[in-house]
């Protein structure tokens, strides 16, 4: 009960963003021997309340979830995790007097908090799974899991990225460690350099699958005004949020590529356009996969369509490239968490451009975080319009009861 009223009292509190451009100073702070430790006591004094809250403001939303769903066992594991973490946390509430055995015992909490919440993605999926073999889902429950689970991952990876700053930064160092990221910010990422590697790895996969792969072309255009046209691209950025992206993005294309031109002795390249503006920067992956209907379009980031049930995944699941899972709705929160974003378009019956945009300004790169208040709670009690579109226009000629003017 004691932690009941303290998980009221830290749901309470909004989460508080903090933009890549904070990170980077916090973090070059950090790594002066000289501030080191008024550093890590601040970061320590930070996270020691922050944690908590994103954590708190989450854990009040899964309460929230549609009660088949709550009813999973798998659901009922992670809520589990979630509240163990969460005491494990309070346990440094008020410890005013910080020292070094304070400080080891808090990075020590948060690299076992990290680790059993390593696979909280996999095991919410099972539990979506769960739920779509045991009941009937109506489109409203489908939406209210996309509403919460967009939300729900996205407060995971903010909470993953404020954990893995503190450990890099303050705990024991990594030998692989590149001196010049702060933690796992990259001040000068070499965007062409990363859409490279994730090109690379996609298409180890997809000749492996299809004993074939697309080539790629990369144009670059540096329209900074601040840099020289030939200037390499680079920005203040995560690396490993945009691999991920990437990776997801050159997989999708790649299969698409192959499949649709599987009877052919060439297949077309990916052609992928990198622009640096004055407050954009954009990656396009133009394909001639063959595209996807507009009516399917959503589909893709829906993650009800991407779970199988499981039977029908084990045919598929065997292709690297298989099916569309969470990687498409994951990899549009990781480019969303900092303000950026991906859009699909696609022009069916001939290919697809997918473009990732992300702030060239670090300070404008702010965390995007839910809270938990009362909007949040009106979408889990009532039915959200599906969109307006289809209940105050006409789009077809069948009989339809007259609505009254
Ligand atoms: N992401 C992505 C995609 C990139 N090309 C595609 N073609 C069909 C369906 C999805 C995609």
């Known amino acids: 009960l004691a932690t009941k009223s303290v998980l009221e009292k830290y749901a309470s509190f909004n989460p508080s963003p903090l933009s890549l451009k904070k990170f980077v100073e916090f973090g070059r702070m950090g790594a002066m021997e000289c501030s080191k430790e008024g550093s890590s006591k601040e970061s320590y004094a930070f996270l020691q309340k922050e944690l908590p ?27 589990s995790w979630y509240q163990q973490s969460f005491k494990e946390l309070i346990e440094f509430e008020n410890q005013d007097r910080i020292n070094k055995n304070i400080m080891e015992n808090f990075t020590h909490t948060l690299i076992n908090i990290r680790n059993r919440h390593s696979n909280v993605v996999e095991t919410m999926a099972q539990g979506v799974m769960e739920l779509k073999e045991n009941h009937g889902i109506d489109s409203n429950t489908e939406n209210r ?11 995971r990876i903010s909470i993953r990225m404020l954990i893995n700053q503190h450990i890099l930064l303050f705990g024991k160092k990594e030998k692989n460690n590149d001196p010049r990221h702060i933690g796992c910010i990259d001040p000068n990422c070499n965007v062409s350099l990363v859409v ?65 031109h599987s009877e052919e002795d060439q297949i077309p390249p990916l052609n992928v356009m990198i622009v640096k503006g004055q407050e954009d920067l954009s990656v396009k992956i133009s ?28 045919d598929i699941a065997s292709a690297p490239l298989a099916g569309y899972g969470y990687g498409l709705p994951l990899s549009r929160l990781y480019a ?68 009254p003017k």
């Not at 899991?145 to 407060?155: A, E, G, H, T």
Request: hydrophobic share 40%; aromatic share 12%; net charge negative.
């Open 53 to 79: 809250v994103r954590l708190a403001n989450i854990m009040k939303e899964i309460s929230l979830l549609p009660e088949n769903l709550l009813k999973m066992s798998s659901v009922k594991l992670v809520m």
């Open 196 to 260: 490279q590697d994730a090109y690379e790895n996609a298409r180890f996969l997809c000749e492996q699958y299809y004993l074939a792969a697309p080539e790629l072309n990369i144009v670059s255009k540096n329209s900074s005004v601040l840099e020289n046209e030939s200037d390499p691209i680079q920005i203040v950025y995560v690396p490993s949020h945009l691999y991920h992206m990437l990776f997801e993005l050159f997989k999708n294309a790649m299969r698409a590529t192959t499949e649709h």
């Open 145 to 155: 899991i996309q509403y919460f689970l967009d939300r729900f991952y996205m407060s």
């Open 287 to 314: 394909d001639q996969g063959g595209g996807i209907p507009r009516a399917k379009l959503e589909l893709v980031f829906q993650y009800m369509y991407s779970t199988a049930p499981q039977p029908a995944r084990s």
């Open 336 to 403: 969303r968490y900092f303000q950026g974003d991906i859009v699909l378009n696609s022009f069916e019956g001939y290919g697809t451009d997918a473009i990732i945009y992300l702030k060239v300004l670090s300070n404008e790169a702010n965390e995007m975080l839910p809270v938990y208040n009362t909007t949040a709670s009106k979408v889990y009690h009532t039915d959200i319009p599906v969109n307006d579109w289809s209940s105050s226009w006409v789009t077809s000629h069948r009989l339809q009861n007259p609505t």
